[in-house]
């Protein structure tokens, strides 16, 4: 648990769009095994009741990119945004180091033009106010392991999330010195978007990772976009 803490307090430390992909990763699975170490059978089996129960939340890009967990404004201090989650989505967040997370396990679901990967959000605070959040899409392989490309329907919801950022003006740049898959940071509406596709091989899964960072978008950004 100690090491835990410590890995926690590291990568908390850095704004989103300034930790390297594997942090966020690690970030994800520090949530999970937090989780799941928490957890008692029968809890874990009212999870996943609550997952096949769950009804997914209708979001747009333009959701994504201003709301955090897809409903809520980005300027709530902390219990404002617990106690605005429990209202909008009749779930209550676990908090993990100084995070507010939900998941797919417990009952949470977006529906993005019909389709409903898997998710997790988080939404990170310093002290009590907003400091960014995330969305972390995650695709399992197949037993083929065939490529992220070739298949359609997860092609596809990275493909429209894309277009349809565009279409409603995010202005982005994209990272050619990646080992991601594809690396998007960019601007909208002042908030400073960063979007990501990883293939994470030691997790046998894709991750489409969301992140926003609130008010944090600047002309030095915009040069790094460009």
Not at 62 to 71: I, R
Not at 120 to 127: C, E, I, L, T, V
Not at 160 to 180: F, I, N, P, V, W
Request: proline share 4%; charged share 25%; hydrophobic share 45%.
């Amino acid at each position: 648990m100690a090491l835990i803490i410590i890995c926690a307090a590291n990568v908390k430390a850095e704004p989103l769009s300034a930790m390297s992909s594997d942090d966020l990763v690690a970030l994800l699975d520090l949530n999970a095994a937090s989780s799941e170490s928490g957890k008692s059978a029968d809890s874990a089996k009212e999870s996943a009741v609550a997952s096949e129960c769950g009804t997914p939340v209708a979001v747009t890009a333009h959701d994504m990119m201003t709301k955090v967990y897809g409903v809520l404004d980005s300027n709530l201090p902390k219990e404002n945004c617990r106690q605005g989650a429990r209202a909008a989505l009749a779930l209550d967040p676990e908090e993990e180091f100084s995070s507010l997370w939900l998941d797919t396990d417990s009952g949470y679901a977006l529906d993005f033009r019909g389709m409903c990967p898997e998710v997790s959000a988080m939404a990170r605070f310093d002290n009590n106010d907003l400091s960014d959040f995330c969305f972390f899409f995650l695709f399992p392989r197949d037993e083929a392991n065939i490529g992220f490309g070739e298949r359609p329907e997860h092609g596809m919801f990275c493909g429209s999330l894309l277009q349809e950022m565009h279409d409603m003006g995010l202005e982005a740049g994209a990272d050619r010195d990646t080992d991601d898959l594809f690396n998007v940071l960019g601007s909208y509406e002042g908030n400073l978007v960063d979007v990501r596709l990883v293939d994470d091989a030691e997790g046998d899964r894709y991750i489409l990772i969301v992140g926003v960072e609130p008010g944090a978008f600047s002309a030095a950004d915009d040069l790094a976009a460009l």
